[in-house]
């Protein structure tokens, strides 16, 4: 058999192996009234019965942050890698400095009933309400739970996948 040849993985880039699902766009509103979204690529399913639950890992001093804490609920969106470009314009900025949709031009639909936007062109979204926030050191893990979900019937080739940086990839064949 073939001798595989493993490089050493550095501690803080070991993360990238365990990306699994598509990177995800947080979308919130301010107390203020101005629409948001951020892309996270730390996503992880929590549950399926009676309906899905998912995590996230969220830096505390972003604005989604702020903005889940207020309004106790989220959509999170999942761009395709068409999106590649937007995605990364919009985690370059916080949404306390500028309106993103309006900076980008970001076409949109109202989520159905959680009260944020959905930006056009996504593979699918899920709306959710927040179920809980732990903070273990310096970060947050918001967990919510859906309420409403679409998606286009091939989502799952059409997500965008992180990596690192601006490293990111499009899944292959399903095998
Ligand atoms: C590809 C990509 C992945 C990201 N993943 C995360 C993440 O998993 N968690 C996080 O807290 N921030 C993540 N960010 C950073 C936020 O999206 C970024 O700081 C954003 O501008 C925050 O916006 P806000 O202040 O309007 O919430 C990511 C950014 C990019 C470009």
């Known amino acids: 058999m ?3 040849r493993y490089n050493p ?6 993360y990238s192996l365990l990306n699994g699902g598509g ?4 979308c919130t509103k301010s107390k203020h009234g101005r629409y948001d979204l951020a892309p996270i690529a730390w996503t992880c399913p929590l549950d399926y019965e009676p309906v899905t639950r998912l995590l996230f890992v ?3 001093g972003h604005a989604t942050f702020e903005n ?3 309004q106790k609920e989220f959509i999170a969106a999942l761009p395709t890698y068409k999106q590649k470009s937007l ?8 949404g306390r400095s500028l309106d993103k949709f309006a900076q980008w031009d970001i ?3 109202k989520g159905t009933v959680v ?6 062109g996504v593979a699918g979204w899920l709306e959710c309400k927040l179920l809980e926030i732990y903070r273990p050191g310096s970060v947050a893990i918001v967990c919510g739970e859906s309420i409403a979900a679409f998606a286009l019937p091939d989502a799952w080739k059409q997500v965008l996948h992180h990596v690192e940086g601006e490293h990111f990839y499009r899944p292959g064949d399903r095998v």
């Open 2 to 4: 073939e001798e595989l």
């Open 9 to 14: 993985v550095p501690l803080e880039k070991a």
């Open 23 to 26: 990177l995800l766009w947080i």
């Open 58 to 60: 969220c830096d505390p």
């Open 68 to 70: 889940i804490v207020q």
């Open 87 to 94: 995605v990364l314009q919009t985690g370059s900025v916080s």
């Open 107 to 109: 076409l949109y639909s």
């Open 115 to 120: 009260d944020a936007l959905v930006p056009k």
